[in-house]
């Protein structure tokens, strides 16, 4: 039964992260840092194999590695380059290829809304919101995390997390 309340941190983790993005665009490092603890005790807990292991940290590891190439360029944000890690690690090779499709397409579905509420005058209930009036500028970013954090979301359902756990 704790094994559920263990894999339950992946989704919660990944929900507060695109909402903490959205409202304030940073991810703060406690999201990234509670994914990979929970992580090992997932592991840990559901007795994966060492070679499963090892993929799953290499895949974050390099998703880091990637993360940060971007990040130096300023294609994407500190804690999103974290946070991608961070799922990567929980997802690992098997499902990295769909979940960096889908966080692409979400991504580009979320930069042309962003194009588009940009264009238009927000509604007057919007105006009252600090967070909505920062996205509405057209020199802040695009909290890229939503993206991450809603196709982490849609692939985690057929890992081996809810095999394991007999979901």
């Known amino acids: 039964m704790i094994e559920y309340a263990v894999i339950l941190v992946f989704p ?23 994914l990979v603890a929970a992580f090992a005790v997932a592991a840990a807990m559901m007795g994966i194999g ?14 880091l590695v990637i993360g940060i190439a971007m990040f130096a360029l300023g294609w ?20 990295l290829l769909p979940y960096l499709l889908l966080a692409g397409m979400a991504g580009g579905a979320l930069a042309i809304g962003l194009i588009a509420y940009r264009h238009m005058l927000p509604p007057l209930w919007l105006t009252q919101q600090n967070w909505a009036m920062r996205l509405h500028h057209a020199k802040t970013g695009i909290p890229y995390g939503i993206a991450l954090a809603a196709a982490g979301l849609h692939v985690f359902p057929s890992t081996l997390w809810f095999a394991t756990a007999g979901i």
């Open 12 to 34: 919660a983790a990944m929900a507060f992260a695109g909402a903490m993005d959205l409202l304030t665009m940073t991810i703060p490092n406690r999201v990234s840092i509670v």
């Open 50 to 63: 060492w070679w499963v292991l090892a993929s799953h940290v290499a895949a974050g590891l390099t998703m």
């Open 76 to 95: 994407l944000g500190g804690g999103d380059a974290k946070l991608l890690a961070a799922t990567a690690l929980w997802l690992g090779f098997d499902h």
